[in-house]
């Protein structure tokens, strides 16, 4: 059974950085596209970025794009989320998932418990 822990959320000011990582384990990591969602207050989740799995393509949304940053380390079966200049609108439940296609939609097979990130202004 394939486990996604995140971490690194928190709280920081507006303009700040955060970088989240997402810890996998009881699957092949290198054969997982993955990708970050997030789920603002009273909102639906949306899509922040994929990776595929050998990290030579990215896709990013519109709203992050030129701030945040999807890396992977396949050696250490771990992917991350640097974030830099926050915004208040970046607040969320951030949410790690793998699956087996490339896709902004959240149709991917395995997530993990969420970690909350908070931008203050």
């Known amino acids: 059974q394939v486990q996604l822990v995140e971490s690194g959320g928190g709280l920081a000011q507006a303009g700040g950085s955060l970088r989240l990582s997402c810890a996998v384990s009881g699957g092949i990591f290198s054969n997982y596209v993955m990708a970050w969602f997030r789920q603002p207050p009273g909102k639906e989740r949306e899509f922040v970025a994929l990776?595929?799995?050998?990290?030579?393509?990215?896709n990013y949304a519109t709203s992050v794009k030129g701030r945040f940053t999807i890396s992977r380390d396949n050696a250490k079966n771990t992917v991350y989320l640097q974030m830099n200049s926050l915004k208040p609108e970046d607040t969320a439940t951030y949410y790690c998932?793998?699956?087996?296609?490339?896709?902004?939609?959240?149709?991917?097979?395995?997530w993990g418990q969420g970690t909350q990130v908070t931008a203050s202004s």
């Open positions: 990776i595929s799995q050998s990290g030579s393509y990215t």
């Open positions: 998932a793998a699956g087996s296609v490339i896709t902004t939609r959240p149709q991917y097979n395995n």
